[in-house]
């Protein structure tokens, strides 16, 4: 139920930036606004994970996977990148 109220809220704000029934007063001050509210989230998260002790125990394994899953797919993306222009390159440059 959550969750409709979340994507809800999104069409909501999507819809009013759309037809530009914001006034500009507002519009100005959303990037302060947006950056505190990140901040905050940023923050309440870090001290969840602090208060549970089962995250805290793992944590180095929890980095090692998220080291190991961030190489792969940055090794990955770049292989596919390169394999991509190789084959649609139509000038012959190989750089």
């Known amino acids: 139920m959550r969750m409709l ?6 069409l909501m704000g999507a819809f009013i930036g ?3 029934m914001a006034h500009p007063k507002l519009l100005r001050g959303l990037d302060k606004f947006q950056m505190a509210a990140l901040l905050m989230l ?4 870090g001290v969840r994970i602090g208060v549970d002790k089962e995250v805290m125990g793992a944590i180095q394994v929890i980095g090692f996977k998220a080291i190991v899953f961030a190489l792969i797919t940055i090794s990955l993306s770049v292989l596919f990148v390169w394999i991509f222009v190789r084959y649609t390159n139509k ?5």
Request: glycine share 12%; aromatic share 16%.
């Open 91 to 95: 000038s012959g440059d190989r750089s």
């Open 42 to 45: 940023l923050f309440v998260m």
């Open 5 to 10: 109220l979340y994507i809800g809220m999104l």
């Open 18 to 20: 759309y037809k530009e």
